[in-house]
């Protein structure tokens, strides 16, 4: 009898070795298997049994957690596989692409008579192992998550969506949508700094401060639900103002400025839209019209 408390783990990367590390921590007979077994070898000599190929990997467990690349990697991998192994196995993928292709993903599990759980993990791998620790979002059907949670909660905390195999894979991008925008703009301030001889240390408070967004998406949020951008807070002119001012900063410290003219021609564009007496908020009409 298989025991309970047993998984494979695809994918060897930072993220696919916490997680099959976390599981180890917490008991569990675990099965890997990678491109490059090398990875593996730590987490062999901790008990976990490497498989000599993805089929004999996905035969090991009802549960098949996936860390790769993008969905490019999960077919390249899965699609070695018979599809009479693939039966009946929940298989959680949580590499990372676009809900479309989640959504075919799950298409194509269900042809070969598995089931996907699509999931999309918000913490670094430092993270993993840690139930407390951010979310991760799930979404497939209801009843396999339940059947599963508990030994997904080993990883980090679930955030289930629904059953639209898509769903994960959107709340996750739109979380990148700001993490990776916001970060690009520390890199931007980090190299305008270095520019001026202030180092990251020295900035690090300032920088903290500027990007503690909390009381902007308090205010914003529910003023853009209700379609309300006027003008009595801030407006978007003086906002294109302020890029122009951010751009001319950088340019003049011989910085790149390619982010910073980005913004700037967001701006302008919304302006020249109509928007300039409206909040700066009116920029997501804007965004909604490409």
Known sequence: ???????????????????????????????????????????????????????????????????????????????????????????????????????????????RGAVQLTGGVLTPPSGVGDPATTSAFYSGPREVFEAHRGTLSVLTGTDYRGEDPGLAALYYQLNMVMFWTALSGYWQALALAGAHGITAAELQPYARNALDLGQFLDFYGPRVDAGHHGGDVDRLAMGLASAEHVLHTVTDAGVDGALPAAIADLFRRGVEAGYGDDSSSSLVELLKKN
């Open 1 to 111: 009898m298989q025991n309970e408390l047993s998984v494979t783990v695809i994918g060897l990367g930072p993220m696919g070795r916490a997680m099959a590390g976390a599981y180890l921590d917490q008991g569990y007979e675990v099965t890997l298997w990678n491109r490059t077994p090398s990875r593996a070898a730590e987490l062999v000599r901790r008990g976990a049994v490497l498989a000599a190929g993805p089929a004999e990997a996905v035969a090991a467990n009802e549960l098949v957690v996936l860390s790769l690349t993008d969905y490019d990697a999960f077919y390249a991998v899965l699609g070695e596989v018979d599809p009479a192994v693939l039966a009946g196995r929940v298989l959680v993928n949580l590499s990372s692409d676009t809900p479309l292709r989640a959504r075919e993903a799950a298409a194509w599990a269900a042809e």
